[in-house]
């Protein structure tokens, strides 16, 4: 009788092993090279390719970059149940930039467009995809980053997404937080960790007469100085100052707009801000999840392929967070009522500044 149990359970522990081998069984891809878990993602290992060397110059985590995860951003943003009709995700920001580009909030986007267009010409992809695809590629290069996950199957755009559904950076904290919640039911916490993006990121048109200046010291390191910097006291402007939408920064060469500013310092924003100082796993793993909520607005995921093994593997960051040299704790504006704000120690050297990228 013991013997028929046991034979039994062997014969049933192979069942359960070839059942599991066949749901995890990877196919071949057509170039020989690559293998997936789904045919459907084999073509994206050539995108993918054509990307990092064509557009990111090889894979690094530079202006392109900066601006394909911008772009991420202003495409899948136009969504929302206020009177807002657009489909999120879904290429609209490329397939009608006639249209699109022209919006205020887009300002300046029509120089990544032109870049990604003979790209996505060359590969059977939809602009949807292909945007938030690049975007994820982009974010790999980027030391400290998290392998964000990418889903396939957004089919194209058949109408532009409306003007004013991307907040701007001298909107205010409500309205940010409002609109936010109207496109995808995001948190206040869920936005804080979508601004983990500003940590490799520059603006090009705050101030016009200084593009690629960075809202932080390292913006090709996806860490969290930018987290430390915005809660540092404002002394200067990098530029002319005066513009639209930016508040005095900390250090020479580094931007501040007005919304991270006031995010950082808003009593609904400001705990969660700080409580990503120093803590790269929080911010990365809070970044992923809403980055993944934001690339599928308008989607159902569950009718979507997982190809997210195409992402490359971001290179770890091990620095921790600091103060910039020159600065310590007593240039903090202490923002959150419940929590003193990390000790960290401060940079040796001369007073930081940031060149432009």
């Given at each position: 009788m013991a013997f028929i149990a046991l034979t039994t359970l062997i014969t049933v522990l192979a069942i359960f092993q070839a059942s599991n081998a066949a749901?995890?069984?990877?196919?071949?891809?057509?170039?020989?090279?690559?293998?997936?878990?789904?045919?459907?993602?084999?073509?994206?290992?050539?995108?993918?390719?054509?990307?990092?060397?064509?557009?990111?110059?090889?894979?690094?985590?530079?202006?392109?970059?900066?601006?394909?995860?911008?772009?991420?951003?202003?495409?899948?943003?136009?969504?929302?149940?206020?009177?807002?009709?657009?489909?999120?995700?879904?290429?609209?920001?490329?397939i009608f930039d006639d249209i699109e580009t022209k919006f205020h909030a887009n300002n300046g986007v029509d120089e990544i467009i032109g870049e990604q267009k003979p790209i996505i010409a060359r590969h059977n992809i939809t602009v949807g995809d292909f945007i938030q695809f690049a975007g994820a590629v982009g974010v790999s290069n980027c030391p400290g980053a998290p392998r964000l996950d990418f889903f396939l199957g957004r089919p194209n755009a058949t109408a532009p997404a409306p003007d004013k559904t991307v907040p701007e950076p001298f909107d205010t904290?409500?309205?940010?937080?409002?609109?936010?919640?109207?496109?995808?039911?995001?948190?206040?916490?869920?936005?804080?960790?979508?601004?983990?993006?500003?940590?490799?990121?520059?603006?090009?048109?705050?101030?016009?007469?200084?593009?690629?200046?960075?809202?932080?010291?390292?913006?090709?390191?996806?860490?969290?100085?930018?987290?430390?910097?915005?809660?540092?006291?404002?002394?200067?402007?990098?530029?002319?100052?005066?513009?639209?939408?930016?508040?005095?920064?900390?250090?020479?060469?580094?931007?501040?707009?007005?919304?991270?500013?006031?995010?950082?310092?808003?009593?609904?924003?400001?705990?969660?801000?700080?409580?990503?100082?120093?803590?790269?796993?929080?911010?990365?793993?809070?970044?992923?999840?809403?980055?993944?909520?934001?690339?599928v607005l308008g989607h159902n995921i569950n009718d979507m392929v997982d190809c997210s093994e195409v992402i490359p593997v971001p290179k770890a960051n091990t620095k921790p967070a600091t103060f910039p040299a020159g600065l310590s704790n007593k240039d903090v504006e202490q923002a959150c009522a419940s929590t003193p704000f990390p000790t960290l120690s401060t940079d040796p050297g001369p007073a930081t500044s940031v060149p432009p990228v």
């Open positions: 749901i995890t069984k990877r196919v071949t891809c057509p170039d020989g090279v690559n293998s997936a878990t789904n045919a459907a993602c084999c073509p994206l290992f050539a995108v993918r390719d054509d990307i990092q060397k064509g557009l990111f110059d090889g894979g690094e985590c530079g202006e392109e970059v900066h601006e394909s995860l911008r772009l991420t951003f202003h495409d899948a943003i136009g969504i929302g149940s206020s009177g807002y009709a657009g489909g999120g995700a879904d290429g609209s920001i490329i904290v409500d309205s940010i937080l409002a609109r936010f919640a109207d496109a995808g039911g995001f948190s206040p916490e869920e936005v804080v960790a979508l601004l983990a993006s500003h940590s490799v990121a520059a603006a090009d048109h705050v101030d016009p007469a200084i593009p690629g200046t960075p809202f932080d010291s390292t913006p090709s390191v996806f860490d969290t100085q930018f987290f430390v910097e915005t809660q540092l006291r404002g002394t200067l402007f990098p530029g002319t100052g005066g513009n639209q939408g930016e508040v005095e920064s900390p250090l020479a060469g580094e931007l501040r707009l007005q919304s991270d500013s006031e995010l950082a310092r808003d009593s609904r924003t400001a705990c969660e801000w700080q409580s990503m100082v120093n803590n790269q796993e929080k911010m990365a793993n809070a970044f992923k999840a809403a980055m993944l909520k934001l690339s």
